[in-house]
């Protein structure tokens, strides 16, 4: 009740593909992409959200994805990534994880939502401002980011039926998923085609223009590049 979250109203389905540590393996992300394939139209999912990925890529450097993300854009599912969290830990080089990278899914970078001072992360990354629009420092980005959306700081689940406060682009990733489906439900109700590409294009053409290193006093390098944050509002 107090903390609902994007689309409070959507029925979930969650498919664990990482152990108690955080860590896992692509073979079992595509495990979980199969069923979603194979369950796509029984349970009507539209949109998928992947809090996970490794590396930094500026171009897609893997393959053995793309047959079921192709058949899930193809199906008009909204695929959600986190675009990784270690842009200082690359010495501010652009890029982003795998599999945000791919081509064929929507990519997210964290924003701030509020002024909480100065914060240092275990990473090493430390934003000695922080306010509304403020990149997070940690966030991996560039020109392949898809789109930016509040990942800092986010309230959510948290372990024992609890709630915590926590900062990345995986929260931010999981409020693009939920802001899809929204705008999946009205494109739906106004006869409009709704599939990843066209709720992507309402999400940048609606979306707020931050240019990288405007607003920022952050330990890592800008990259003056451009980027929509959502709006959902809008």
Request: no cysteine; net charge negative.
């Given at each position: 009740?107090?903390y609902?979250?994007?689309a409070?109203?959507?029925n979930?389905?969650a ?7 955080g ?8 495990n979980?992409l ?5 369950n796509?139209?029984?349970?009507h999912i539209?949109a998928?959200?992947?809090?996970l990925g ?13 047959s079921?993300?192709?058949t899930l854009?193809?199906d008009g599912?909204f695929?959600?990534v986190a ?8 010495n501010s080089a652009v890029g982003?994880?795998?599999p945000a ?6 990519s997210?970078g964290?924003v701030?939502?509020?002024?909480f ?13 922080t306010?509304?629009d403020?990149?997070a ?6 020109p ?12 959510s689940?948290y372990?024992?039926?609890?709630f915590q ?5 995986s ?8 802001a ?5 439900q009205?494109m ?5 085609t ?5 709720i992507?294009?309402?999400?940048q ?6 240019v990288?290193g405007s607003?920022?006093?952050t330990?890592v ?5 451009t980027f929509?944050?959502l709006?959902?509002?809008a």
């Amino acid at each position: 009740g107090t903390y609902s979250g994007v689309a409070p109203d959507v029925n979930l389905i969650a498919l664990k593909v990482l152990d108690s540590t955080g860590s896992g393996t692509f073979g079992n992300v595509q495990n979980a992409l199969d069923w979603v394939v194979a369950n796509q139209a029984k349970y009507h999912i539209v949109a998928i959200n992947m809090s996970l990925g490794s590396g930094n890529y500026t171009v897609n450097p893997y393959t053995f994805l793309d047959s079921d993300l192709a058949t899930l854009k193809n199906d008009g599912v909204f695929m959600a990534v986190a675009a990784g969290n270690s842009f200082y830990t690359n010495n501010s080089a652009v890029g982003l994880d795998y599999p945000a990278i791919d081509p064929l899914v929507a990519s997210v970078g964290a924003v701030y939502d509020g002024n909480f001072g100065s914060v240092a992360w275990a990473s090493g990354a430390r934003d000695n401002t922080t306010g509304v629009d403020h990149i997070a420092s940690f966030s991996q980005r560039g020109p392949a980011l898809s789109i930016m959306a509040p990942g800092a700081m986010v309230t959510s689940t948290y372990l024992n039926n609890t709630f915590q406060e926590m900062a990345g682009t995986s929260m931010a990733a999981p409020v693009v998923a939920g802001a899809a489906v929204l705008i999946h439900q009205e494109m739906d109700a106004l006869h409009l085609t709704a599939n990843e590409t066209t709720i992507l294009g309402v999400m940048q053409k609606t979306g707020v223009t931050l240019v990288d290193g405007s607003l920022e006093n952050t330990n890592v390098t800008a990259t003056g590049l451009t980027f929509k944050r959502l709006n959902l509002g809008a």
